[in-house]
């Protein structure tokens, strides 16, 4: 069993470094990587503890980036490159946490207001307290609390409130929620070469996940831009079809294969599983 496509608390994961390869470990997980958003601090934190001590599977580099692509963001994961050169790269985070929590604490009141336009009752207290716990969590969070929200929900969740607050609002710029997170973002190919430089490959995750595009044509829009090594065919969100989808995909292209769990919280995820089973080693970059 693998998860190459896990989330710590160096971006919006809930667990420390830590406490995930203590998990990996008791959950008999062979191989992991740590994909956090545009930055590396994961394998900064692993030079810093005795891993041997928590863990004593393979873990691969792994990163998941940011790109722009027809005035949306999309993600890109890259992996076994090497640390230190993709370290310099100028599409790494380097905003401090004091820096990301000052643009947290304006999406809140941004969304706050947009939620009292809208009669959503909130609670008072609502502040940010670490940067791995962004606005539109909490928002979402907070709107579910109370009751009196019911009607408006059913329409912004779904009635069975699956419905992904960040994909479906917060990015799609026909939400009141929207907010645009595209300035100054790299485009795909500036992305891919950025890891190509660093020795890594290139693999496109979560195809199906965005909701308001045509994926498999967004899929060979990237394929045809050739800087793809791999696809993303287990994840989360991957019905069993799509995930067979592909599977066949990469073998017709001659593209390896991963899978991940894109783990955020235990609350949502279990390490080294979605909801079709365990992830096999058989996605393990082959
Ligand atoms: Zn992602
Ligand atoms: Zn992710």
């Given at each position: 069993?693998?998860d190459l ?7 919006d ?16 997980i062979?191989?992991?990587s ?25 873990i ?33 985070d ?11 604490e ?9 939620c009292?336009k809208?009669g ?40 069975d ?51 308001s595009?045509?994926?498999?044509q ?20 991957h ?48």
């Amino acid at each position: 069993m693998i998860d190459l496509h896990i989330h710590s608390t160096n971006s919006d994961g809930y667990f420390t470094v830590k406490d995930i390869l203590k998990m990996a470990q008791e959950n008999n997980i062979n191989t992991i990587s740590f994909c956090d958003h545009n930055v590396l601090g994961a394998y900064d934190e692993l030079k810093s503890i005795d891993v041997k001590k928590y863990y004593s599977g393979r873990i691969i580099p792994g990163i998941e980036f940011d790109f722009v692509y027809e005035n949306k963001v999309f993600h890109m994961l890259g992996y076994n490159f090497n640390i230190d050169i993709l370290k310099s790269s100028k599409y790494i985070d380097r905003r401090t946490e004091s820096e990301l929590i000052k643009e947290e604490e304006k999406n809140l009141e941004f969304f706050k207001g947009v939620c009292k336009k809208l009669g959503i009752k909130l609670s008072d207290d609502l502040t940010i307290t670490r940067s791995s716990e962004p606005a539109n969590d909490i928002i979402k969070r907070d709107m579910q609390i109370h009751s009196e929200n019911k009607e408006i929900l059913d329409e912004i969740l779904g009635k069975d409130r699956k419905k992904s607050f960040w994909l479906g609002h917060v990015t799609n710029p026909c939400s009141p929620f929207y907010i645009d997170f595209t300035k100054g973002l790299p485009s795909a190919e500036e992305i891919a070469s950025e890891i190509h430089n660093a020795g890594g490959i290139v693999v496109l995750p979560h195809v199906f996940e965005y909701k308001s595009i045509d994926n498999i044509q967004f899929l060979n829009e990237m394929y045809k831009l050739n800087i793809l090594d791999g696809i993303e065919c287990v994840h989360s969100k991957h019905s069993k079809e799509q995930t067979q989808f592909l599977i066949d995909f990469c073998k017709e292209h001659n593209l390896v294969k991963s899978g991940g769990s894109d783990f955020h919280t235990d609350k949502v995820h279990t390490l080294g599983h979605t909801e079709l089973g365990e992830i096999s080693d058989d996605f393990c970059l082959k």
